[in-house]
């Protein structure tokens, strides 16, 4: 009896990366790439006495475009059938009598990523893209958060931009949602996924807005290995432009990316099996096994100039404030948009270490960080290596930052601190080295741990460019050893503190006694204060005690 039979599969297969110049290097370095692709395995036919009539084995090839030419050559005879979304390997056999049957494909693809321009920063006209789909179904809060990321932009260009950017932050990579395959919508609300979902939803985001965008599945190298992968493309202008959400690459994609199939949703690389016959059990092997080697690998050319300013640069700042910016200066006659990160220590703190810019064809642009550098005191200089990237097309450029921290504000100077008999005096100098006058709030803490003497607060008015003084004192038991206290000073304004000062104070035990009598001053060295104070205030009544009853007694007498 004789049958047809047809075996069809999506092509998700394991690939060896073979050839040593792909080694060490990183996706954004390979512009241009010259790639071998060898398709192979065996078709083994079983059954009691199988009787095959023919065999058909259909298999994805890369497809021949503007971007990648691709050149096949076999061990028997084979057909090409392709349109504009893929191209069919075509092998077929007549009347086969052996029982396995082996072939063997190589395939050349010359892949150049950078042959076409963006000449264009606006949508085109191409309405058969911007339909939904089982998983491009676009709800109205991906339609709102898509409106939301277009808001001030200035071209089409821009938003498709945001949009890949906002996708590739936002979505988390999930290997273990790999084959699964979800729709936009579930994407959109958990926020994970693999390179298919990334590009579901960044698809169905542009759609939103009226941009066309279609899915395309092809091979990426990650810097180990090719591995099946999923990005996009929108219509900009005539021409169709990658965008790949999941690793951020906008408008030009690297050189190793090659593609298989285009479709409106969820492109795929796929092989499959026919048959005619009878008594045939099974035929296995139609999956090939795929061996891929990098013949040659090019650097991208140069599409832009990064350079580096500073302001303040090498000079006083005040507050730890620096602007950084990235200069960008055009070199070709695209239109390009991408993400751009600045490299810097830990103690430059930036709003956001990655954003995205836009430049036009032979024009110039920039990208500016507001940074704060902790931790900078005044006296000393600073120097921190800075570098600014362009994730792809790829460019870096990298400068040394030199800061001399200035004086802002108010600061501490000189602090005296002396024993008086209420306890401890303390006399704060301030120093104002701003030309404007103002009032700061100086608040002097002092305690002897683990007793806490208080915290005391006053208002000062400072002149511009005028120091002033403050004096405070805590009452402190006379002892008769040294004491150590610590005493804490802080000047604020506006709710900023504009400096603060730590110090440790000895503090002699109390061996002088100061008092003021009516008309001298004298000092007694003593152990207590107190006693001898009550001593020298009783002599003194008793000795006026004394002239006031002489003075009467003479009077009495005369009279």
Not at 205 to 232: F, N, Q, T
Not at 260 to 269: C, D, K, M, T, V
Not at 523 to 546: G, M, N, P, Q, R
Request: proline share 5%; with cysteine; aromatic share 10%.
């Amino acid at each position: 009896m004789e049958r047809i039979k047809v075996l069809f599969a999506i092509g998700i297969f394991a690939i060896l990366l073979s050839h040593a110049s792909a080694e060490n290097l990183k996706p954004y370095q390979i512009g241009s790439s010259t790639v071998d692709v060898n398709l192979s395995n065996d078709l083994k036919i079983t059954g009691d006495n199988p009787d095959v009539k023919w065999m058909r084995l259909e298999i994805n090839i890369p497809l021949n475009d503007q971007n990648q030419i691709v050149s096949v050559t076999s061990n028997q005879e084979y057909n090409v059938n392709s349109n504009e979304n893929e191209s069919l390997l075509v092998l077929e056999w007549q009347n086969p009598q052996e029982r396995v049957i082996h072939y063997n494909v190589n395939i050349r693809v010359e892949r150049n990523s950078f042959i076409t321009p963006i000449l264009s920063n606006q949508r085109g006209y191409n309405p058969g893209y911007l339909k939904t789909g089982e998983l491009t179904r676009c709800n109205a809060e991906i339609k709102s958060k898509a409106e939301e990321l277009s808001r001030g932009a200035d071209n089409d260009l821009v938003i498709i931009g945001r949009i890949a950017h906002w996708v590739n932050k936002n979505v988390e990579y999930d290997i273990n949602l790999s084959g699964k395959i979800k729709p936009d919508q579930w994407v959109f609300e958990n926020k994970r996924g693999t390179c298919v979902e990334f590009s579901n939803l960044f698809i169905s985001m542009c759609r939103s807005l009226g941009i066309p965008a279609r899915s395309v599945s092809g091979l990426s190298y990650d810097g180990k290995s090719r591995e099946p992968h999923s990005w996009a493309e929108v219509f900009i202008g005539d021409a169709w432009i990658p965008v790949d959400p999941t690793n951020n690459q906008i408008g030009f994609v690297d050189g190793a990316h090659i593609v298989y199939s285009r479709a409106l949703e969820n492109a795929e690389i796929r092989y499959g099996l026919r048959w005619q016959g009878s008594d045939i059990s099974n035929v296995s092997g139609s999956e090939p096994r795929r061996e891929m080697d990098f013949i040659e690998t090019r650097p991208p050319p140069e599409l832009i100039d990064i350079y580096i300013d500073f302001n303040p640069d090498n000079q006083e700042i005040t507050k730890g404030g620096v602007n950084i910016t990235a200069n960008l200066k055009s070199l070709s006659n695209s239109h390009i948009v991408g993400p751009i990160r600045i490299i810097a220590p830990t103690s430059v703190i930036v709003d956001e270490k990655e954003k995205l810019f836009y430049i036009g064809p032979g024009e110039k642009s920039n990208v500016t960080w507001a940074a704060k550098l902790e931790n900078i005191s005044f006296g000393y200089i600073y120097t921190y290596p800075i570098a600014v990237r362009s994730l792809f097309p790829y460019d870096r450029s990298e400068k040394e930052l030199t800061v001399k921290p200035a004086p802002a504000g108010v600061s501490i100077g000189d602090m005296s601190f002396l024993r008086t008999d209420y306890g401890i005096g303390i006399n704060v100098e301030l120093n104002n080295m701003g030309s404007e006058s103002m009032d700061v709030t100086v608040k002097t803490c002092l305690w002897e741990s683990p007793i806490n003497n208080g915290c005391k607060e006053s208002i000062v008015y400072l002149k511009g460019n005028a120091a002033g003084t403050e004096s405070f004192e805590f009452p402190v038991p006379c002892v008769n050893h040294t004491s150590e206290y610590t005493s804490e000073i802080t000047v604020i304004s506006g709710g900023e503190v504009l400096d603060k000062k730590k110090t440790v104070v000895k503090v002699g035990r109390c061996n002088e006694c100061e008092i003021d009598l009516i008309l001298w001053k004298t000092k007694f060295i003593a152990k207590e204060c107190w006693v001898y104070k009550l001593t020298i205030y009783f002599i003194f009544v008793v000795l006026l005690s004394i002239i006031l009853y002489y003075y009467h007694l003479h009077n009495y007498q005369r009279s």
